[in-house]
């Protein structure tokens, strides 16, 4: 596998970056989702927000509306209980609305409870696969017709450390991320060569948000970078500038 780094000071996107795309992004209401968001918009996207929490999701759309940004979408969605029945209607009424999609961001994940694998919750382990890795599957497969009628898109995956290199005790999540970045490369590999959708991963890296302090509870939250300073890989891989990156996973920092 090639983890290329990316280099994040050298990059300067075109403000003009986005213009006139259609993006979804999964846990656009909180984090890194919310900060991507917010940076597609800035760049000229019109935003499907989808989350868990409305009111979470609402002061996104209210952060980009006041910003000047495109009127977004809200997409309420608890990835958790999904069924396949809930991303045909998705994919419908998308499809509805915007005939096509450019990008889809999959950021919203669960990170469950760390423990050793001898004492993993089995429940637990089966929310974490079902909102980290069987949501993302749907929600691709349900997309992919919408991605295909579109000029060029992308597909972001969100990964993580774990997801690369195994960890003790990231038990569940660790294993969702590896699932996530095999998604990604099934996907890349099959859309290679008869289709303008490209496929990558980005593992965002340490990154000041309550998932991060959730995981990490005595760390001082002020020594990390926050979702908006790791913005430009996830600008690149949305744009114009990586429409020849395929199957490629990221960092952020
Ligand atoms: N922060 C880091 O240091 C770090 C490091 C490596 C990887 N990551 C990855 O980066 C991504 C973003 O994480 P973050 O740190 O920004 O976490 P965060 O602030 O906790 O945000 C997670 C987002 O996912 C949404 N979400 C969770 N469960 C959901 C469900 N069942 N249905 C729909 N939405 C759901 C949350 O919505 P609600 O708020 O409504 O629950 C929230 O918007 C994740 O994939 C994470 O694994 C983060």
Redesign the pocket.
Known sequence: MNFSDFDQKSYKPQTELLKDKVILV??????????AAKAYAHHGATLIL????TG??EQTYDAIEKAGGAIPAIYP??????TPKDYQKLAEVLTREFGRLDGLL??????GTLSPIENQDIETWYKVQ???VN?SFMLTQSCLPLLKAADSASVIF??????RKARAYWGA?AVS?FATEGLMQVLADELESNTKVRSNSI??????????A??YPAEDPSS?KT?EQIMPVYLYLMGADSCNVNGQALNAQ
Not at 158 to 163: D, E, K, L, N, P
Not at 203 to 212: D, K, V
């Open positions: 999964t846990g656009a209401g909180d984090g890194i989702g919310r900060a989808l989350g868990k929490t979470k999701l969605m608890d990835l958790q209980g999904a999959h950021n919203a994940s669960y990170l079902q909102v980290n949501a969100t990964s993580s450390a774990v997801g999540y991320k593992n965002p890296g340490a990154t000041r948000t309550s998932m991060r959730d995981a990390l979702p």
